[in-house]
T-cell receptor
């Protein structure tokens, strides 16, 4: 499984945008970039995924670098409820369906 | 609410015992995954079932086994329990393609005394 690198922790203020980076320099052409988050005392929750183009949904935006070696999850206006551990995961289109979690980024949102 | 139901929420038992964790997937999802989350190992994939058949195996111990029933619910059986088996066990379900998200339950917290 291709590896991702994320900062251990980040801090943000409520109602400000948050940019969570992920490096994946060994990404292959068939790897999709998925983001999950885990709120305290809950199971992981799907956030967004993409292949090459930037993606938007009701929760977040995903910006993918042109060379696909990095991506950024964007929360447009952080709320206290967004405090969680965010995981960036690569999933091979033709490979296993399992999720391989790293340590993720712990996001703290200050009121 | 993810639509995935796990029971029980908490389980406390002793070493050497056997327990069964249960998972009901989201309506329409044929695939069920089990994950273990411990403080030192993080979130790790254990096993996947698709429509009643084992589809993929991860770091699952021989003392652990799972099955998926015709109604698509799944059970994870843990036997000869050791202190190190104390962890959160999550079940997830999906339509079993790589592009589709997995939906997780809230987990079962297993404590071995």
């Amino acid at each position: 499984d291709a590896k991702t690198t994320q900062p251990n922790s980040m801090e943000s203020n409520e109602e400000e945008p948050v940019h969570l980076p992920c490096n994946h320099s060994t990404i292959s052409g068939t790897d999709y970039i998925h983001w999950y988050r885990q709120l305290p005392s809950q199971g992981p929750e799907y956030v967004i995924h993409g292949l090459t183009s930037n993606v938007n949904n009701r929760m977040a935006s995903l910006a993918i670098a042109e060379d696909r070696k990095s991506s950024t999850l964007i929360l447009h206006r952080a709320t206290l409820r967004d405090a969680a551990v965010y995981y960036c995961i690569l999933r091979d289109q033709g490979g296993s369906e399992k999720l391989v979690f790293g340590k993720g980024t712990k996001l703290t949102v200050n009121p | 609410d993810s639509g995935v139901t796990q029971t029980p929420k908490h389980l406390i038992t002793a070493t050497g015992q056997r327990v069964t964790l249960r998972c009901s997937p989201r309506s329409g999802d044929l695939s069920v995954y089990w994950y273990q989350q411990s403080l030192d190992q993080g979130l790790q994939f254990l096993i996947q079932y698709y429509n009643g058949e084992e589809r993929a195996k991860g770091n699952i111990l021989e003392r652990f086994s799972a099955q998926q029933f015709p109604d698509l619910h799944s059970e994870l059986n843990l036997s000869s329990l050791e202190l190190g088996d104390s962890a959160l066990y999550f079940c997830a379900s999906s339509v079993a393609t790589v592009n589709q998200p997995q939906h997780f339950g809230d987990g079962t917290r297993l404590s071995i005394l």
